[in-house]
């Protein structure tokens, strides 16, 4: 059972343009999500975050937006660069629950086209 | 500097050997984790600590086994048990407080021959 779910298993954008990356989840208890990129070999880097308290969250060229109704979550990185070409990964967790366990989407590959 | 580091990069086994991988984290992070990752899939969580002598199985424990001795290292045995063990791995850590950022090591790939 895929709590965590990234539909698209690869996406190409070209550069400067905007990418737009998607995440649905299906546990109505999952309050906090995470986007993290990871490059081949690599262990993946965390990104950005956002709370179920907000719907947006900024930092830089990355942009989170959530959609608590329809428990959607998407990454924004605008402008595009091809720098950004990795796989991308969104998590998910319960904030103050016993544990710190994520859930992990499958990932999105992004290519950045010049 | 502060990080995560996990040895080898590379790790070639024999079926029917049991090895075992290395991570270790100077952030005093209290929380550690194990990951699989295999082609086309997400990570998968094998093994977690929150604490020192303390260790919980993820969702595929199966034929793995890890220790929590010390606060600063969670090795990953692999053992012979394990069905199909070629993947890469990753290890983690965070805080413990709320949902605390999680920080990858740099991964270790295990080829079985």
């Known amino acids: 059972d895929q709590q965590v779910k990234q539909n698209s298993p690869s996406l190409s954008v070209q550069e400067g343009r905007i990418s737009i990356l998607n995440c649905d989840y299906t546990n109505s208890m999952f309050d906090y999500f995470l986007w993290y990129k990871k490059y081949p070999a690599e262990g993946p880097t965390f990104l950005i975050s956002?709370?179920?308290?907000?719907d947006k969250n900024e930092d830089g060229r990355f942009t989170v937006f959530l959609n608590k109704s329809a428990k959607h979550l998407s990454l924004h990185i605008v402008p595009s660069q091809p720098g950004d070409s990795a796989v991308y990964f969104c998590a998910a967790s319960v904030y103050g629950g016993a544990t710190n366990k994520l859930i992990f989407g499958t990932g999105t590959l992004l290519a950045v086209q010049p | 500097d502060g990080g995560i580091t996990q040895s080898p990069k590379y790790l070639f086994r024999k079926e029917g050997q049991n090895v075992t991988l290395s991570c270790e984290q100077n952030?005093?992070?209290?929380?550690m984790y194990w990951y699989r990752q295999d082609p086309g899939q997400g990570l998968r969580l094998i093994y977690y600590s929150q604490i020192v002598n303390d260790f919980q199985k993820g969702d595929i424990a199966e034929g793995y086994s890890v220790s929590r001795e010390k606060k600063e290292s969670f090795p990953l045995t692999v053992t012979s048990a394990q069905k199909n063990p070629t993947a890469f791995y990753l290890c983690?850590?965070?805080?413990?407080?709320?949902?605390?950022?999680?920080?990858f090591g740099p991964g270790t790939r295990l080829t079985v021959l």
């Open positions: 952030l005093n992070h209290d929380a």
């Open positions: 983690a850590s965070s805080g413990t407080r709320g949902v605390d950022t999680q920080y």
């Open positions: 956002i709370s179920s308290i907000k």
